[in-house]
Nanobody
Framework: QVQLAESGGGSVQAGGSLRLSCVAS?????VGWFRQAPGKEREGVAH??????SYTDSVRGRFTISRDNAQNTVYLQMDSLKVEDTAVYYC????????????WGQGTQVTVLS
């Protein structure tokens, strides 16, 4: 039974940086980050399938997804943050890779101030 726990959210000024962390209690084959802003649909932000990362267009070049298997942790490094990045961010995992995300964290709030 895999569980995920996000941390690292907070409030920052536009142009600043945050690093989100997600600690997994069990094995996760593929990992990803999603976000949901108020009144908007949840969207995928970054995904890591094996050694192959992918990003949504709006964050490509600014965000970096990585994982530390020894610490069983996935990270989302967010640089050059914009106001429109404000959202609740969730990490997610799949037991097999590729596969559907079926394990989700509780979410962590990221607020970017102008």
């Amino acid at each position: 039974q895999v569980q995920l726990a996000e941390s690292g959210g907070g409030s920052v000024q536009a142009g600043g940086s945050l690093r989100l962390s997600c600690v997994a209690s069990g094995y996760t084959a593929c990992v990803g980050w999603f976000r949901q802003a108020p009144g908007k649909e949840r969207e995928g932000v970054a995904h890591l399938r094996g050694i192959s990362p992918s990003y949504t267009d709006s964050v490509r070049g600014r965000f970096t997804i990585s994982r530390d298997n020894a610490q069983n942790t996935v990270y989302l490094q967010m640089d050059s943050l914009k106001v429109e990045d404000t959202a609740v961010y969730y990490c997610a995992a799949a037991r097999v890779c590729p596969g559907d995300y079926n394990v989700w964290g509780q979410g962590t709030q990221v607020t970017v101030l102008s």
